[in-house]
């Protein structure tokens, strides 16, 4: 930060219809009202940031805007007792990077209430290999052993198992000692899943629409990633009593199915927030990240670009190209 208080931000401008992002210079006073200074680190890239950046109005209302949902970085000031300042914390979700001027800053300004502290052991760059998509898949997989869901129950399944949030999913799962089947549309991509602990790999047509209301139970429970028609022939066939842990639209947020695999099969389906759950079960999640849910492979996979890099990464989100883990790095 320069003497006049000015920093580095990608930010989005609507233009004649059209919405471009690009880096500029701004000050500490265009940021709105907070509690908590934070200088931003990094940042990583999600699906709703590619939205924000395309200018889709339920995502972001008002343009020009500075999208980035994650954050992690040190405090530089606070009016609150608690983070303090030099505290390293993580942020994520709530309205951060939506509405609020995000993660593709070099500094956010927040409320206390949105900061959690960084785990022991971890460091900025770290939590935003997890960051939001990480977050949500923890949530996923902890609804799934909340409901009693058990290797030895059978096979479990990930849908959009190269995104984000399904890589997570899937060495998660597999390193709790579930029998992961890993369910993408990018069959170049079933190397590296296995790698991950997938134990097969299938392509998108293993969800194909059928007119059936049921079919053969496949799978025990499972981490749905993707919505719409997909997530609808996942719940046709899950085993009795199995359940579906729900956490993203990136196929449509229209859910055509029948009752019948609910009562027919005691299925359950299992809605999962990362946005506006409370700061204690943020933290619960982060803690168990850092400790004895760590997924190594996801960390060493993991890439790093710099703002300049960040419109292309955006389109290959929108474009359904985009695999693993994104990082920004404000120091590249």
């Given at each position: ?64 805007h500075t999208p980035g949902i ?114 993408s549309g990018k069959a170049d ?144």
């Amino acid at each position: 930060m320069s003497d006049n208080n000015e920093f580095k931000a990608w930010r989005v401008h609507e233009r004649d219809g059209q919405y471009q992002g690009a880096e500029e210079v701004l000050r500490l006073s265009d940021l709105p009202d907070g509690e908590v200074l934070i200088k931003v680190r990094y940042s990583s890239l999600n699906y709703k940031d590619a939205l924000s950046a395309a200018g889709n109005k339920g995502v972001t209302r008002q343009y020009p805007h500075t999208p980035g949902i994650d954050a992690a970085g040190e405090v530089v000031a606070s009016t609150a007792g608690t983070p303090a300042v030099g505290d390293s914390v993580i942020v994520t979700g709530y309205d951060l990077g939506m509405n609020t001027a995000g993660g593709f800053g070099q500094f956010i300004r927040v409320p206390a209430s949105w900061c959690v502290p960084m785990p022991a052991g971890w460091d900025g760059r770290t939590a935003m290999i997890y960051g939001t998509a990480g977050l949500t898949a923890g949530l996923c997989v902890q609804k799934l052993l909340a409901m009693g869901a058990k290797p030895e129950q059978g096979k479990v399944a990930v849908t959009g198992a190269s995104g984000a949030v399904g890589s997570v999913a899937v060495e998660l799962l597999a390193r709790l000692g579930f029998d992961v089947v890993a369910i993408s549309g990018k069959a170049d991509h079933a190397d590296s899943l296995k790698a991950l602990g997938a134990a097969e790999v299938v392509g998108r047509e293993a969800l194909t629409a059928d007119k059936k209301p049921l079919l053969k139970p496949q799978f025990a429970n499972a981490v749905d990633t993707v919505g719409g028609s997909p997530l609808a022939e996942l719940l046709k066939q899950i085993r009795p009593g199995g359940s579906v842990a729900c956490c993203g639209l990136v196929a449509g947020p229209q859910l055509e199915t029948t009752v019948l695999p609910f009562i027919l099969r005691g299925v359950n389906l299992l809605g999962v927030d990362s946005v506006e759950i409370p700061l204690t079960d943020k933290q619960a999640v982060w803690s168990r990240f850092a400790a004895d849910w760590a997924c190594p492979k996801t960390e060493q996979a993991a890439r790093d670009i710099g703002r300049g890099q960040l419109g292309g990464a955006l389109q290959a989100f929108l474009k359904g190209e985009s695999a693993g883990k994104i990082v920004l790095d404000h120091n590249l």
